[in-house]
Structures are given as structure tokens and as C-alpha cells.
């Protein structure tokens, strides 16, 4: 029997996380309406990939091998810093939510200031569903279903698609507005001038 995933709209998990459970498995946001980022994709000269949850478009795949509860919460919590997701999607999203970066100091990341976290988690709550599927061997499956789905809101596993490239150029545009600030802002080494990829940690 095919698993599927559990959807929840993403106001509900952020008024009661005990809808998501304390187990591992997969986790998927995706955009009640697709116009929603049509505009801000477009001129970023990304697009969506067809594929999603029933009439959903998928934007992001994640797994976690021990507790969904946790990794989903730190996405919608006001911390850009510990989301690779909100890191990209607050990136593509700078200029329409007026968004202000916020300088992480000694650290290869960026957040915003307070009133714009609390700007970009409304428009997160408003705009998305979650989708959370316990399994067995989770990290494995989102190999698997970042493949088949190509959100384009991922960057591991996606590094032979030009999408990818654009959303870390878009993020290095916000730790270069950090640089400017003042706070030295080292190599990131997601990027294609450099090698590791310390947004996994955080996907």
C-alpha cells in the first residue's frame, strides 16, 4: 500500500505543532496557490516544477531522521539563520516583503531583523501547506523525492540545475549586504566559488 503524505495548512501547525509527530520521516512545503511567487520568480528567472502534493506545487523537501516536530518548527519559527529553506525563500522574497538583512556575526548565514522574521513567518503561514510522511530511512527518500520533484526551493541534491545556482545567488546577495554593514562575512561554501555545503545542515 502507498504511503502518502498528511497535509496541514501551515497557520494550523503554527498555532498547534502537535500536529506534526515526534518521529522521523519526510516533511513538504508547497504553495496553496501558485501565483503566489509567480511574480518574484519570474524575475528572479526561476519557475516552479509541475509536480506536488494533489494541486499543490511542491517548493521544498526535507527529512529528519529522528523528529519532524522539531525540524519543521524551525522553519516556521522567526530564525532565518537556522533554515536553509527560509534562507532562500526570504532571499527571492527581499524586495517584495521589504525585508532587512541581519548580520550573523562569524557565521556563514544570514537572518533578518525582528519585525521582518515576524513578516516573512506571516506570509509562510499564510501561503503554505506542510506535508509530513513517517518512514523508515527518511534520508534516503528525500534523495529520491528531491529527484522526482525538483522543488526549487532545494539546493542539495540539485546542483546540476541552473535553479540552484540562482537561489545561492540570490542568498550571496544578502550576505554581501551583511559585508557592507560591516560584519565580515566569510566564503560560503555552497557556492560555486567554493566546496562544502554547510546548508545541508540545514535542510
Not at 59 to 72: E, F
Not at 145 to 150: E, L, N, P, V, W
Not at 154 to 179: F, P, V, Y
Not at 186 to 198: I, L, M, N, S
Amino acid at each position: 500500500m502507498r504511503r502518502t503524505y498528511v497535509i496541514h495548512p501551515a497557520d494550523a501547525i503554527h498555532r498547534d505543532i502537535s500536529l506534526i509527530p515526534e518521529v522521523g520521516g519526510l516533511y513538504a512545503f508547497s504553495l496553496k496557490d501558485p501565483k503566489t511567487l509567480a511574480g518574484s520568480l519570474a524575475r528572479a528567472g526561476l519557475a516552479m516544477d509541475v509536480m506536488g502534493l494533489g494541486q499543490r506545487p511542491l517548493i521544498y523537501i526535507g527529512a529528519s531522521g529522528d523528529c519532524l516536530r522539531r525540524r519543521v518548527r524551525s522553519h516556521l519559527r522567526d530564525d532565518t539563520q537556522t533554515s536553509s529553506f527560509r534562507m532562500s525563500l526570504g532571499a527571492l522574497l527581499t524586495d517584495e516583503l521589504a525585508l532587512t538583512v541581519k548580520p550573523v556575526r562569524h557565521k556563514r548565514v544570514f537572518g533578518f531583523v525582528p519585525e521582518d522574521e515576524a513578516r516573512l513567518t506571516a506570509w509562510m503561514i499564510q501561503n503554505l501547506d506542510v506535508g509530513v510522511l513517517p518512514a523508515q530511512r527518511p534520508m534516503d527518500m528525500e534523495r529520491r523525492a528531491i529527484t522526482q520533484s525538483d522543488p526549487v526551493f532545494n539546493i542539495t541534491g540539485r546542483r546540476a540545475h541552473d535553479a540552484a545556482w540562482q537561489i545561492l545567488l540570490l542568498r550571496r546577495r544578502c550576505l554581501d549586504k551583511t559585508t557592507a554593514e560591516g560584519v565580515a562575512s566569510p566564503p560560503v561554501a555552497d557556492e560555486p566559488w567554493a566546496g562544502a555545503d554547510p546548508a545541508a545542515a540545514l535542510e
